[in-house]
């Protein structure tokens, strides 16, 4: 019994602690599959971590790269009309693309524009600074801005079209702010009073210098007041006079600033009104409470003045290209360069091709002391341009780029490496003949210089006559423009029938290039002597005119410290000036008469420019009644025209475009156009009548009289 309950205890404990065991086995089991599984996760946890902090870093380095640079965000405009609504879609298209991104106790800078379609750029809105979390408030801001400027958008004499809106803006981080950020609200809400208002540069301001009227008074003294309009702005106004002092403010921001002066002693809706309003200074005169005139001076720059100069320079040479026509082909069959010391010649039997002997000719001169240096030639804009061109093009690897005009060269520098140094050396090629416009033969006997030569030109056009010919002188007929007087006299310095081609060609061309040369001297030394001016400044006529202007007659008669102010001008005003330019009248008939006198006028241009006044100073822009500045306005103006009924010769011309070009007419009936005040006063006496509807206005002075 004891055996057995033994066995039996023994058995049962064993079958007890293997239960354990098996208890413990699972245990560790489930231990170690959590323990992994809690691994993993915090594995996954950690490379997760470390991925958003890679990303976050990367985003951290794009924004910084975006701090404080001003950048530009277009939006599209569909129908090139601003409503609204698309500026609620821009603004919210813009936000979503570019600010998001950004912490909300970031500073955004931005300015409200729009894009025409003609790439003009308007400011909508003042450039506002504000926490990005206020993104509503600046969309109302822009909405306020709209909502004051929208009638001045759409309510021009020329209505614009727009492609963009544009947000300026730069992203500033919370500690770039020197002083407390300013909370701008609402901008402005319009006038809901019985007071007229005008919209003026976008603005509604009151149509009276009455500012007792113009909302509610806060502050009044002698020499100051404040009033309050029905909306967050308010006017600041130092009193005088006869005038008043005003800004128009909204939460302290200055929206606009003007000033009133009073043209009627007991009438304030009678006065002139003047905005200075960011880079618009305007002037609006009103005559019982409406704008009857607008003008708006555009400054532009005026014409320098150009210092004399105290050395004379002579750094030039002259040559020449003679050409023989063989098959309707021209070709060069000889060069001469002259220096004002010696000539150097290149004939075309020496060479294989015309183009080897010029490329000769240009080599000699690419030279170190020719650097610089101006090269004439007498009709280069020609034939002689045009076949140098094609050598010089292969003597450089320099781009070649020529001042050409109305087909002729003007300028053309060829710049080269030396062989040795490589170093850059420029030569100046010119045509003498646009800075002196006249055939050599009359020049030298202008000039006093060795005469031109003669020479068979019809003789080398001859295919079947070698270059090389030896023997007598061609006959007359070679010859062009010669009497036989001449002819017998050239004959006679060659006996025995030694005339020489070769020898011949060549003197010829060597005494043109002397001709030239000394031609060119002697016109440098006289404009020198006269206006310290050196010609080889300017390649042509109308540019040494201009510079002897104004370097010696850009000055008032009765003081020569004050310069004429000659506006420059160009853009939209040379634009409109233009359209009044429509050249000369010319008529064309077949009198009949007995006893008939011809006369001719000469130098009618100059004579008028001397002796009648020319516009200077800023332009005037002017839309309305310019009677009310100037009872006889000098300028130019869009006016509409009614001519008289019957009229044999009209004298008012309109320019107009066909699908070829342009036509000139001179109409009768009604039009519209840009006419200068001269022509149009001549034609208020030969019966037709105008109204100004807007133009350019300039004062006047007689700024030709001593130069010409």
């Known amino acids: 019994m004891i055996y057995k309950s033994s066995r039996f205890f023994f058995y049962n404990g064993y079958s007890h602690l293997f239960e354990i065991f098996e208890n413990l086995f699972y245990f560790i089991l489930t231990i170690s599959l959590i323990v992994r599984f809690l691994l993993k996760i915090n594995l996954m946890l950690i490379f997760s971590s470390l991925y958003n902090l890679k990303i976050k870093k990367i985003k951290m380095n794009n924004q910084s790269n975006l701090i404080n640079k001003w950048l530009n965000y277009y939006y599209e405009l569909d129908n090139n009309l601003i409503t609204e609504k698309n500026i609620k879609e821009a603004f919210n298209s813009f936000w979503i693309d570019k600010i998001n991104t950004f912490k909300n106790d970031f500073i955004i800078v931005v300015q409200f524009k729009v894009k025409t379609t003609d790439n003009f750029y308007k400011s909508i809105s003042h450039v506002q600074m504000d926490y990005i979390k206020n993104k509503e408030n600046i969309l109302n801001m822009f909405l306020s801005f709209w909502t004051i400027k929208y009638e001045g958008f759409y309510s021009s004499i020329r209505e614009d079209r727009y492609s963009f809106i544009v947000f300026n803006y730069k992203i500033l981080s919370k500690d770039s702010l020197v002083k407390p950020l300013i909370h701008k609200k609402e901008l402005l809400k319009l006038n809901n009073s019985k007071l007229k208002n005008s919209n003026i540069n976008g603005y509604y301001l009151p149509n009276t210098m009455d500012f007792h009227i113009w909302g509610e008074i806060i502050y009044l003294s002698k020499t100051r007041s404040i009033v309050r309009r029905d909306s967050n702005s308010i006017y600041f106004i130092n009193i005088f006079k006869n005038k008043i002092n005003v800004q128009l403010k909204s939460e302290n921001k200055l929206l606009v600033n003007f000033e009133d002066i009073k043209k009627e002693e007991d009438n304030l809706l009678t006065f002139k009104r003047t905005i200075n309003d960011l880079d618009h200074f305007e002037d609006y005169f009103y005559v019982n409470g409406e704008i009857k005139l607008k003008t708006n001076e555009k400054k532009t720059p005026f014409l320098s003045q150009k210092e004399k100069e105290i050395n004379m320079n002579n750094k030039f040479l002259t040559m020449d290209l003679e050409t023989r026509q063989i098959k309707g082909e021209l070709i060069p069959y000889c060069v001469s360069i ?274 009648n006044p020319m516009p200077t100073g800023f332009p005037l822009y002017f839309e309305g009644d310019i009677s009310l500045l100037e009872k006889k306005p000098f300028g130019i103006f869009e006016v509409e025209i009614t001519s008289p009924n019957k009229l044999e010769i009209p004298i008012l011309q309109l320019r107009f475009k066909m699908d070829k070009g342009f036509k000139t007419i001179s109409p009768l009936g009604k039009w519209s156009g840009w006419y200068f005040s001269e022509e149009l006063y001549n034609a208020l006496e030969n019966g037709y009548s105008y109204k100004i509807l807007r133009g350019y206005f300039f004062d006047i002075e007689y700024i030709l009289f001593l130069y010409l």
Do not use: Q
């Open 338 to 611: 002259y220096n004002g010391k010696s000539s150097n010649s290149f004939y075309l039997s020496d060479y294989k091709n015309s183009e080897e002997m010029v490329k000769d000719g240009i080599k000699w001169l690419m030279r170190k002391k020719y650097n610089k240096y101006k090269i004439y030639l007498h009709n280069f804009s020609y034939f002689d341009g045009i076949f140098i061109i094609k050598i010089l093009a292969s003597l450089t690897t320099i781009t070649l780029n020529p001042i050409i005009k109305n087909g002729r060269i003007i300028n053309f520098p060829f710049r080269f490496y030396s062989d040795s140094s490589k170093k850059e050396y420029v030569l100046y090629f010119r045509d003498s003949y646009l800075i002196l416009p006249s055939s050599l033969r009359k020049l030298s006997l202008s000039f006093s210089t060795e005469s031109k030569g003669i020479f068979p030109y019809n003789f080398i056009n001859n295919s079947n006559i070698s270059l090389l010919y030896e023997g007598i002188v061609p006959k007359i007929d070679y010859f062009d423009n010669i009497g036989e007087n001449e002819y017998n006299t050239y004959c006679k310095l060659f006996k025995n029938n030694n005339w020489n081609l070769k020898k011949e060609s060549i003197k010829y061309c060597e005494n043109d290039c002397i001709v030239l040369y000394n031609i060119i001297k002697n016109f440098n030394l006289k404009i020198f002597n006269l206006f310290k001016i050196n010609i080889h400044k300017y390649p042509t006529l109308p540019s040494l005119s201009l510079a002897i202007y104004r370097s010696n007659f850009l000055f008032a008669e009765d003081n020569l410290h004050e310069k004429y102010k000659i506006p420059l001008i160009k853009g939209n005003i040379y634009n409109n000036l233009k359209e009044g330019y429509t050249g000369g009248s010319v008529d064309i008939y077949k009198p009949y008469g007995e006893m008939v006198f011809r006369y001719d006028v000469n130098s009618l241009y100059p004579s008028v420019m001397k002796d």
